[in-house]
């Protein structure tokens, strides 16, 4: 990649991201405006054919301003409530002003175990695709009202780069109401510069990186990481103002805006890299020659119809090893079905799938994107 914008113009995946600050006007109200201007941005992206999440955080802050509390909370339950009351607030406002351009939203609330659990990891990445295959657009939030200390992402920037990674996004957008990421903090070093591109792994972010505000979570540290988080994908990250005209129909245009967070991986490459690094598995398929030629010649999916044998027990989401006649691995991956389940199912179609098991669940045993060729 050059170090020219013009790969914005390219993304075909969105992530992006709006914080409480710029939401609630930092604390004021809730920004309409914004929300008006957010809404209209994504919808111009949306009638390029690009698919579009949005990561939103002022759950909590919505709720607050309808408490009248002026701080944040220190107590956890005290902040789940906040979330409840505002969640539905900030959800109505989104949908309003989607519908205004015949788009339609859906809200997904996300806890630590939606990501960290590989089963929750596919079940939340086939809802997400789906939706996105619908050309509806997700409204992701943590889920506050539930979260506990001990399991939340901390902040929603590193919600977003999970979300990136979960759609295998090409950039992620984190609006905030600075300018972008700078050498210095520009609130009290008027020689501060914008940094304009800079990777993302590079030690000098440390120091640069502040702390963030009254009412949300996150600041720049927790941007920095989660750009980290989402190079580890091949996503690229762009930080910019909100507060800009137009500043996504700008990025598409390749206008150079806020802070550019290169990743320096190639997507692909970068999930192939990832599974093929989950060393420990829980089962083995063993598969005939013609389901082997179809997974390395053509980059299909793994159907039951092509697998002759099931080893072992596993869950939903585990990894399994596949296995040529001669007994050769040829490729591991995310399975869809358990091993009860993938017994039950072997050798037949995937018409044939519903009528085994009782129920309809995915066509493919494991899917292309959830599996590396050895």
């Known amino acids: 990649m050059d170090g020219t914008r013009a790969w914005q113009s390219e993304c075909t995946t969105w992530v992006v991201k709006v914080g409480s600050a710029l939401l609630t006007e930092n604390g004021k109200s809730i920004n309409d405006d914004l929300i008006d201007a957010l809404a209209e941005e994504l919808c111009y992206l949306r009638a390029r054919d690009c698919r ?123 609006l905030t109401d600075q300018s972008g990421l700078y050498d210095a903090d520009p609130r009290s070093n008027a020689q501060a510069s914008l940094l304009t591109r800079i990777e993302a792994t590079h030690p000098s972010l440390d120091k640069v990186a502040g702390a963030g505000g009254a009412l949300g979570r996150g600041g720049m540290v927790t941007k920095v990481r989660a750009a980290r988080l989402a190079a580890r994908s091949g996503t690229e990250t762009l930080i910019l103002s909100g507060l800009e005209s137009r500043p996504l129909q700008r990025l598409v245009e390749g206008e150079e805006l806020g802070t550019w967070l290169e990743s320096h991986r190639e997507p692909q490459a970068a999930r192939r890299q990832w599974l093929a690094g989950l060393v420990t598995y829980q089962g083995v398929l063993e598969l005939d020659a013609g389901a082997v030629t179809v997974i390395r010649e053509s980059g299909k999916s793994l159907l039951p119809v092509g697998v002759t044998a099931v080893q072992g027990n596993f869950a939903r989401g585990d990894i399994v090893l596949c296995k040529d006649p001669d007994g050769l691995e040829v490729a591991r991956g995310l399975v869809n079905y358990s091993s009860d389940e993938s017994r039950r199912i072997l050798r037949k179609s995937s018409q044939e799938i519903a009528s085994a098991l009782g129920y309809k669940g995915e066509d493919e045993l494991i899917h292309r994107d959830n599996m590396v060729i050895l």
């Not at 406002?93 to 939203?105: G, K, N």
């Not at 990445?125 to 509806?136: E, H, I, K, N, S």
């Open 52 to 174: 579009v999440l949005l990561v939103t955080s002022g759950a909590v802050a919505a709720g607050l301003l309808r408490l009248n509390e002026s701080e944040r909370p220190t107590q956890v339950h005290e902040l789940q409530a906040a979330a409840a009351i505002g969640q539905s607030v900030l959800m109505r406002r989104y949908e309003e002003a989607f519908a205004r351009r015949q788009l339609l939203t859906a809200q997904i609330l996300l806890g630590h175990d939606d990501i960290a659990a590989r089963d929750r990891y596919l079940n939340a990445r086939g809802a997400l695709q789906t939706l996105l295959a619908r050309g509806v657009v997700p409204i992701i939030n943590e889920n506050d009202t539930v979260a506990t200390d001990e399991i939340r992402f901390g902040d929603n920037d590193t919600l977003a780069a999970l979300v990136a990674n979960l759609v295998d996004a090409d950039v992620l957008v984190l």
